[in-house]
Nanobody, 121 residues
Framework: QVQLVESGGGLVQAGESLRLSCAASGRFYSIVAMDWYRQAPGKQRELVASITSGGSTNYADSVKGRFSISRDNPKNTVYLQMNSLKAEDTAVYLC???????????????WGQGTQVTVSS
């Protein structure tokens, strides 16, 4: 089992920055990929950014140039640096990790509980 704990959300003004963290713990062989999703009221959950264990990253078009995802593999922690925040970035941000429990097991997705980010305009 893998537990994910997010932190760093809050209320900020438009144009300000926030940094989210997500730490993975538990019994697992490896974390293959770690992602940040977000879900706003009445909207579908969307992928914001992802990073592989090798450091390859991918971003939603809406956050390119403003958000940066990074990862500390020894600490099994992923970060999301969010700059130039906009009101439309307001959402619950959820951490996702694809983990292998053993070398021969398939990748299994795990989710954190989410952290609220509110941007006032």
């Amino acid at each position: 089992q893998v537990q994910l704990v997010e932190s760093g959300g809050g209320l900020v003004q438009a144009g300000e920055s926030l940094r989210l963290s997500c730490a993975a713990s538990g019994r697992f062989y490896s974390i293959v990929a770690m992602d940040w999703y977000r879900q706003a009221p009445g909207k579908q959950r969307e992928l914001v950014a992802s990073i592989t264990s090798g450091g390859s990253t991918n971003y939603a078009d809406s956050v390119k140039g403003r958000f940066s995802i990074s990862r500390d593999n020894p600490k099994n922690t992923v970060y999301l640096q969010m700059n130039s925040l906009k009101a439309e970035d307001t959402a619950v941000y959820l951490c996702n990790a694809d983990a292998k429990i053993s070398p021969w097991s398939p990748r299994i997705p795990y989710w954190g509980q989410g952290t609220q980010v509110t941007v006032s305009s």
